[in-house]
């Protein structure tokens, strides 16, 4: 089945701990996206990446990194400089970069909680 | 400046009765605009995409939406509820140039009444 794994479902972190979150696709789509969503609120763009080894910031990108050493993979570090982490991580990918008329197809997200 | 607003944080409707979640948009050109689906905790769901094809696009489970450039809105319609339909929707615009971006809207969560 092609489609867009993430993991862990759910990820606990203790404070001043750095996190990864895990995005992997076999759909062959050259983009990929890191969206943030709190409760109540629409999805927010975090990174997002275009092909191999290149990728920009999003609108909240302070306290995130990544990478994207393979096609496939978009793996999202949540730092300890991010003030609020807590809360539902999507990765997303379409087929095409800078075409942002394609769809989207989503992962099933990772809830992050920060004790 | 691109936007879209859901004007309904939340609408509730009985099972069988027709669905209208409401979106307009704002863009200085044609946007694509889609409208995707969330069920509690998981990823979202593309439901039906307009492209500048045909203003009534038809989508999965019995949605569809029509594409009113005249009043810049792209409304999700269903004529008949049913309970798995509960969930959260999320209209989305987006451009057709690189330097263009993916806007969501806030979401309309949809209850459904036995």
């Known amino acids: 089945d092609g489609g867009i794994t993430q993991s862990p479902k759910y990820l606990f972190r203790k404070e001043g701990q750095n996190v990864t979150l895990s995005c992997e696709q076999n759909l062959n789509h050259d983009a990929m996206y890191w969206y943030r969503q709190d409760p109540g609120q629409g999805l927010r763009l975090i990174y997002y990446s275009q092909i191999v080894n290149d990728f920009q910031k999003g609108d909240i990108a302070e306290g995130y990194s990544v990478s994207r050493e393979k096609k496939e993979s978009f793996p999202l570090t949540v730092t300890s400089a991010q003030k609020n982490p807590t809360a539902f991580y999507l990765c997303?990918?379409?087929?095409?970069?800078?075409?942002?008329?394609?769809?989207?197809?989503f992962g099933p997200g990772t809830r992050l909680t920060v004790l | 400046a691109q936007s879209v607003t859901q004007l309904d944080s939340h609408v509730s409707v009985s099972e069988g009765t027709p669905v209208l979640l409401r979106c307009n948009y704002s863009s200085s050109y044609s946007p694509s605009l889609f409208w995707y689906v969330q069920h509690p905790n998981k990823g979202l769901q593309l439901l039906l995409k307009y492209t500048s094809a045909a203003t009534l696009v038809k989508g999965i489970n019995g949605f569809e939406a029509e594409f009113k450039k005249s009043e810049t809105s792209f409304h999700l319609t269903k004529p008949s509820a049913h309970m798995s339909d509960a969930a959260e929707y999320f209209c989305?615009?987006?451009?057709?140039?690189?330097?263009?971006?993916?806007?969501f809207g806030s979401g309309t969560r949809l209850s459904i009444r036995p």
């Open positions: 997303a990918s379409s087929l095409r970069p800078g075409q942002t008329v394609d769809e989207q197809f």
């Open positions: 989305v615009s987006s451009g057709y140039s690189s330097a263009s971006k993916i806007i």
